[in-house]
């Protein structure tokens, strides 16, 4: 049996975001680092990156198509990184749906929609089975379904 993940030391979460912490440090614990707004991360943009696999959408204060828009402007995220490593799935399936409406959409969120066209075309096509599949998925009745699913691994069916 795994043993849950535990900090090293307690209050490990402020530790690793505490300004000076060397930045290898904050890439292996970018879980405890906090959502980016839409203008990233202090420090590089591999870090925004890295967090974006945590999950994005959750600010209280900023507004996923806020969030969404700066980071991909900024280039701290590509078009490619909201369909492959960012999550959760849901979420950045609903901004990017969005965007779609929008004529002030970064340009990056229409190569995302392309490669989101593709992967439907190659990966569900006309399978009734696999879009029930991610029906389920996105409306929470697969009960292994990760919560922090990336769209290319909902749509691939990992």
Same mark, same amino acid.
């Given at each position: 049996?795994?043993?849950?993940?535990?900090?090293p030391?307690?209050?490990?979460?402020?530790?690793?975001?505490?300004?000076?912490?060397?930045e290898?440090?904050?890439l292996? !614990?970018? #879980? *405890?680092?906090p959502?980016?707004?839409?203008d990233?991360?202090?420090?590089?943009?591999?870090?925004?990156?890295?967090?974006?696999?945590?999950?994005?959408?959750?600010l209280? !204060?900023? #507004?996923? @198509? @806020?969030?969404g828009?700066?980071l991909? &402007?900024?280039?701290?995220?590509?078009?490619?990184?909201?369909?492959?490593? #960012?999550?959760?799935?849901?979420?950045?399936?609903?901004? *990017?749906? $969005? &965007? &779609?409406?929008?004529t002030? &959409?970064?340009?990056?969120? $229409?190569? #995302?929609?392309?490669?989101?066209?593709?992967?439907?075309?190659?990966?569900?096509?006309?399978?009734?089975?696999?879009?029930?599949?991610?029906?389920?998925? *996105?409306?929470?009745?697969?009960?292994?379904?990760?919560?922090?699913? @990336?769209?290319?691994?909902? *749509?691939?069916?990992?």
């Amino acid at each position: 049996m795994r043993r849950p993940w535990r900090p090293p030391i307690p209050y490990w979460q402020d530790v690793v975001r505490t300004d000076g912490v060397p930045e290898d440090v904050r890439l292996r !614990h970018a #879980a *405890l680092l906090p959502e980016p707004g839409p203008d990233g991360l202090p420090g590089s943009a591999r870090l925004t990156r890295e967090r974006a696999r945590y999950g994005l959408g959750g600010l209280f !204060h900023c #507004a996923p @198509t @806020t969030q969404g828009d700066g980071l991909l &402007a900024a280039g701290l995220l590509t078009g490619a990184d909201l369909v492959r490593l #960012a999550a959760p799935a849901g979420p950045l399936l609903a901004y *990017l749906g $969005a &965007a &779609a409406r929008r004529t002030d &959409a970064p340009p990056e969120a $229409a190569e #995302a929609r392309l490669l989101l066209a593709d992967l439907v075309r190659s990966r569900l096509g006309t399978d009734a089975a696999a879009w029930r599949r991610v029906a389920e998925r *996105l409306t929470g009745l697969d009960e292994e379904e990760d919560p922090l699913s @990336t769209v290319e691994a909902l *749509l691939l069916g990992r």
